[in-house]
């Protein structure tokens, strides 16, 4: 999420599979992007891995593949690597992001746009995109493919998302495709490569597809709660910011279709002042959708972790259902701050 919490009640944080899991995610992160004779791009590409991360995507790699593991042992060093494929396609995604937004921070350092430009920019995260597939290909047809097409699919709700700017018309049919393309569907094969990697059943590897799925969803559903919810601090970037750059996300959209749904639609405009931005966020706060965008995530928790239950009970399937769970806990927690 957007929000720089404490992340370190995160069951993922403490997965039963090996008390390194994330060393040596970084450790292979840091490896993959690593060019022997070129310090520069080296030094651009790492970039935003130096500058940390949870590294959800990877941990959901790893407690997958856990799953059918024995409590207590650890995964394959290919399952690693499966995880960090997904990794670097998302630190990628976040390359490409930040140009088109024009940030000048990410994760509280300054962008590689604001410091390298636009063009080296692009470049490196078509370059990490590029080491995510290497990866991939290493690991089979059927993860160089299933990759292949989740890099399609972010983009498909990319592409979706923009041609819904500053639309005062948006619905949640329209949406629900742009959040599972530009973020569910990484979560999704994350998980899903887990279950590939470390050999699951047909059955085994839909179920954890279809977990991440969800979560994933939920993921972003939760997101865009904290961006009218949360303040500057917390976020790290200015409350409302989706609105200013005239992303209409689920909160947005519910409170539009309600009682307070004009005098929203009169401040949503094609630059936003300071004023209208502060008074566009206390009616979101004030109206339905924030309540409504809640009882989503919390649906789409709820069917992660039925799906679950047809996985196991091991400590790695337990630690997925804790992360479910502390993910609207988290969210809970800033709403009622």
């Not at 179920?207 to 969803?217: D, I, K, P, S």
């Amino acid at each position: 999420m957007t929000y720089r919490g404490d992340v370190a009640a995160n069951p993922l944080s403490l997965l039963p599979t090996g008390p390194t899991d994330k060393e040596r995610v970084e450790a292979t992160l840091l490896d993959a992007v690593k060019i022997a004779g070129d310090p520069y791009l080296t030094e651009i590409a790492s970039h935003l891995i130096l500058a940390g991360g949870k590294r959800l995507r990877p941990l959901f790699t790893i407690a997958a593949a856990g799953a059918s593991l024995p409590d207590g042992a650890v995964v394959d060093h290919d399952v690693i690597r499966g995880g960090v494929a997904v990794e670097l396609v998302h630190i990628g995604s976040l390359y490409h992001d930040d140009v088109m937004d024009e940030a000048q921070m990410r994760r509280q350092v300054i962008s590689v746009n604001a410091r390298w430009g636009n063009l080296r920019a692009i470049l490196a995260g078509d370059f990490l995109l590029a080491k995510a597939s290497e990866i991939a290909a290493g690991l089979g047809t059927d993860v160089a493919g299933l990759l292949a097409s989740t890099i399609a699919k972010l983009c498909e709700g990319q592409v979706g998302e923009l041609q819904t700017l500053f639309d005062l018309d948006r619905t949640a049919e329209q949406y629900y495709p742009s959040i599972e393309g530009k973020t569910a569907s990484l979560y999704a094969a994350a998980c899903r490569i887990g279950g590939i990697v470390s050999k699951q059943s047909p059955e085994a590897i839909d179920n954890l597809t279809e977990f991440g799925r969800l979560y994933g969803m939920a993921f972003q559903v939760i997101d865009d709660i904290l961006d009218v919810i949360a303040t500057d601090e917390q976020l790290g970037k200015p409350a409302g910011n989706d609105m200013i750059e005239g992303v209409y996300s689920l909160p947005v959209i519910q409170t539009l279709a309600g009682p307070d749904g004009l005098a929203l639609r009169e401040l949503l405009t094609d630059g936003l002042t300071l004023d209208e931005r502060h008074k566009a966020i206390d009616i979101v706060r004030r109206g339905p959708g924030v309540a409504q965008s809640f009882a989503v995530a919390t649906d789409f928790i709820d069917q992660a972790k039925q799906v679950l239950l047809h996985v196991g009970d091991n400590a790695a399937a337990t630690a997925l259902a804790g992360a479910a769970d502390h993910l609207l806990a988290s969210s809970t927690r800033i709403a009622t701050a």
